[in-house]
């Protein structure tokens, strides 16, 4: 690791929030980027906001330590229970001039001027959906649109066991999909709440009608991050840019290589990390 290199952190609880950085490595290709997979402690979605808030804090400490200014949550789970807390209570003792940021808030600006109907859902983890912090988002922005939610448990483990193109695999989306639209048939938009869902996107499409929009995050919360640093310069100039890539995990290199290659299409090196 160049300790010089001033990266662009991306923290997710396993391999999801790969689906951004592949968004950022083609809207932003000049920039250095550090990506920190908790895998060892993965999945953060059954987990209570003490526990996420605290594995976060931990991470983004670690990834400040790394020489990183600016910090992604690609995570669902933890930009809806540890972000916040992290913004207001932490980075003003950590250090006032780093940043933290999330994906719920630009994937809810984006959903909203989306929608025709006025009738949204959302899929995601158990934990997203419990934090009802997409529903919340909206409600601030968009009072009018009505949220139905939609938690997928068996979702991240057919992405990560490569199960979703099983007859059991579509038996569960088939399920989710049908629990949502019988709940509310008016939807016209659904965004995938969670960084994983993004590989369903195929097996979705299958059982979704064709007039309602799926709305991916990994290239809104790109260019909502292109955006950022275009309105902050003073952040801009601080992050290092030679196109380099470092990958961290919590857990087995070798496992991680593999399923993290999946996600990404490139093959790729590791190395474990410990904080």
């Known amino acids: 690791m160049n300790n010089n290199r001033q990266a662009i952190g991306v923290f997710d609880s396993g391999y999801g929030g790969l689906t951004i950085l592949n968004e950022f490595l083609k809207e932003l290709p000049e920039y250095d980027f550090i990506y920190l997979g908790d895998n060892a402690r993965s999945p953060y979605g059954t987990r209570s906001y003490d526990v996420v808030y ?4 931990q991470a983004v400490e670690q990834l400040f330590s790394m020489g990183c200014e600016l910090v992604i949550l690609a995570c669902n789970t933890a930009s809806a229970k540890a972000l916040r807390t992290i913004q207001q209570c932490d980075l003003p003792k950590i250090n006032p001039n780093k940043r933290v940021l999330g994906v719920i808030r630009p994937s809810v600006e984006e959903i909203g ?20 912090s997409y529903p919340l988002e909206i409600k601030k922005l968009f009072p009018d649109i009505k949220v139905i939610q939609e938690a997928c448990p068996m979702w991240v483990p057919l992405v990560e066991n490569n199960e979703f193109h099983t007859e059991g695999g579509r038996y569960f989306i ?44 990994g290239e809104i919360v790109a260019n909502s991050l292109k955006d950022y ?25 070798d496992s ?10 490139l093959s790729l090196r590791a190395r474990h990390i410990s904080y």
């Open 54 to 57: 605290d594995y976060t804090l």
């Open 174 to 217: 088939k399920k989710n999909i049908d629990n949502i639209l019988k709940r509310d048939p008016e939807i016209d938009t659904i965004i995938l709440g969670c960084t994983h869902y993004p590989l369903l996107r195929e097996e979705i499409r299958k059982f979704l009608p064709d007039n309602i929009q799926l709305i991916s995050q």
């Open 256 to 265: 991680f290589e593999e399923k993290a290659s999946r996600f990404l299409n």
């Open 229 to 253: 640093l275009v309105r902050h310069p003073e952040m801009d100039v601080r992050c290092s840019k030679n196109s380099a890539i470092e990958f961290f995990t919590t857990e087995f290199v």
């Open 113 to 132: 001027l989306l929608t025709e109907s006025k009738h949204v859902g959302v899929f995601g983890t158990v934990g997203t959906v419990r934090s009802n």
